[in-house]
């Protein structure tokens, strides 16, 4: 029964970390798309204003 946890725990926390890392990343692009499409949306504003 231990050996069986000592061997499935490596995995278990790798398939955790990938997800949790998968998480972070969707998130972060994201958090970076949105402020992208703000820019874009004041520049063509700024263009129509002209």
């Known amino acids: 029964m ?3 946890l ?3 725990t490596p995995q278990l926390l790798g398939h ?3 997800r949790i890392e998968r998480l ?3 998130w972060g692009e994201k958090m970076l ?3 992208k ?3 874009l ?3 063509q504003a700024n263009i129509k204003a002209r």
């Open 2 to 4: 231990r050996a069986l």
């Open 6 to 8: 000592l061997l499935l």
């Open 16 to 18: 955790v970390k990938r």
């Open 24 to 26: 972070v990343f969707t």
């Open 33 to 35: 798309k949105r402020p």
């Open 37 to 39: 499409l703000k820019e």
């Open 41 to 43: 949306t004041d520049l």
